[in-house]
């Protein structure tokens, strides 16, 4: 088994992987604000 070295592995699918992950969070959250802000101003 070879040693492991801090630092060598390739992670740039793992950093997209993530980066579209962060994305979608924050356009779900956005769209959540947008339906309650809707949800507020139809109800008043």
Known sequence: MSEHKHG????SVQE???????KMS???IIL??????????VNA
């Open 8 to 11: 060598e592995m390739d992670i």
């Open 26 to 28: 924050q356009r779900a």
């Open 32 to 41: 959540i604000i947008c339906v309650l802000i809707f949800m507020a101003l």
């Open 16 to 22: 997209k992987t993530f980066e579209g992950v962060i």
